[in-house]
């Protein structure tokens, strides 16, 4: 009876060493699967702050504050002080002209049906001198919005052919010329023209 008792007794240590592993063995499961997700949450976090740039702008500011000091003392002795966007978009043509590249422009076209119309278009306008561009760009909203209004109250039919383009040509510089005024602009050149 003794060995029963003693039986029974070593039968309880055991289930109860089993509950005390199988605890402690849930326990570091519990603990490996947090520390898991603790490194894959950090590591998104510093994903995400230098994919968003957040540390690096301090290294943009001052790359870009050494650039603007750098075309200071280039400029320095030059009394027009052309910025590097300007200089991009100017060149020297034959017989003294300049040619100043706009910004594409893409609007919808004025259409009666459901189907849309759209105008791709990029120009340059011949200037007849560089001292025409200050004007250009003071003025740069005012000549894109005005622009845009007229390009969007087009009809695809107004486009077709050597006439058509030649109908707008006129009409865009003269929109132009009215806003630069006293400036001058010689004519509006097409770069990329499409009708879709």
Do not use: C, W
């Amino acid at each position: 009876m003794a060995d029963h008792e003693d039986k029974k007794e070593l039968d309880e240590s055991n289930a109860g060493d089993k509950e005390g592993h199988s605890q402690a063995g849930s326990s570091k499961k519990k603990l490996i699967i947090i520390v898991i997700a603790a490194v894959v949450v950090l590591g998104g976090a510093v994903g995400g702050v230098l994919f968003s740039g957040v540390l690096s702008s301090s290294k943009k500011e001052d790359s870009s504050s050494a650039k603007h000091e750098k075309a200071a003392t280039e400029n320095h002795g030059d009394k027009k002080g052309k910025n590097d966007k300007t200089s991009d978009r100017l060149q020297a043509g034959p017989g003294n002209v300049f040619y100043y590249d706009m910004d594409e422009f893409i609007v919808n076209l004025n259409t009666a049906h459901k189907q849309q119309s759209f105008l791709k278009m990029k120009i340059a306008l011949e200037l007849p001198d560089d001292a025409q561009v200050a004007a250009i760009e003071d003025n740069m909203l005012r000549i894109r919005d005005i622009f845009q209004i007229y390009l969007r109250e087009l009809r695809q039919e107004d486009l077709r052919g050597s006439a058509g383009m030649y109908h707008l040509r006129q009409e865009l510089l003269l929109r132009l010329n009215k806003i630069v005024y006293p400036a001058k602009v010689n004519d509006i050149l097409f770069r990329e023209f499409f009708v879709q």
